[in-house]
């Protein structure tokens, strides 16, 4: 994959520049494909790698799921916790 690949793959679910691609890409210790080439190629799993490392999975049916918890999921578990509390007291 190149880097214009990755990118399109990664801004799905996160906007991303070339510049901030290249240092996670670095930070993941990610070695180009082959002899240096232009385009400089990465193997195909290097989106992945990346989306995995910014708190995005991948199911098994190939759509990608979001791990990190929306404000309204997180509003709907303290709700849930200040209700069991109130009843326990």
């Known amino acids: 994959m190149t880097i214009d690949q990755i990118r399109k793959t990664v801004s799905e679910m996160k906007p991303t520049s070339p510049a901030q691609l290249r240092r996670y890409i670095r930070a993941l210790e990610i070695k180009p494909i082959g002899a240096r080439q232009r385009p400089q190629r990465y193997p195909d799993e290097t989106a ?41 007291a």
Do not use: D, S, V, Y
């Not at 910014?54 to 200040?82: D, S, V, Y």
């Open 48 to 88: 992945g790698k990346i989306l995995k490392h910014l708190g995005f999975e991948e199911h098994e049916n190939g759509h990608r799921k979001n791990r990190i918890p929306t404000i309204n999921q997180l509003r709907n578990e303290r709700a849930k916790a200040q209700k069991a509390h109130r009843r326990a």
